[in-house]
Nanobody, 121 residues
């Protein structure tokens, strides 16, 4: 069984910074891509950023130049550093990872429970 646990969300003023983390645990053999998605009230879940096991990154246009995704493979952890936050960044942020468990021949997509990020003065 695999779990993704996010932490680090909260309330921040516009223009501020916040870092969220996501740690994967369980019977993990390998992790391919990891990423962050977000869902604002009344909107569909959208991609924020992804990172491959080799460190290649991809960002939504709305966060390019403000957000930075990174990972520590030894800790099975992915981070999202969010700078110059805007009210429209307010959402529940979800961690996602493609994980191959011990004894499995395939990778499966796993999701965290989400962490709330609120940008407001």
């Amino acid at each position: 069984q695999v779990q993704l646990v996010e932490s680090g969300g909260g309330l921040v003023q516009p223009g501020g910074s916040l870092r969220v983390s996501c740690a994967a645990s369980g019977s993990i053999f390998s992790i391919n891509h990891m990423g962050w998605y977000r869902q604002a009230p009344g909107k569909q879940r959208e991609l924020v950023a992804t990172i491959t096991s080799g460190g290649s990154t991809n960002y939504a246009d709305s966060v390019k130049g403000r957000f930075s995704i990174s990972r520590e493979n030894a800790k099975n952890t992915v981070y999202l550093q969010m700078n110059r936050l805007k009210p429209e960044d307010t959402a529940v942020y979800y961690c996602n990872a493609a994980i191959k468990t011990t004894g499995s021949s395939s990778s499966w997509n796993y999701w965290g429970q989400g962490t709330q990020v609120t940008v407001s003065s």
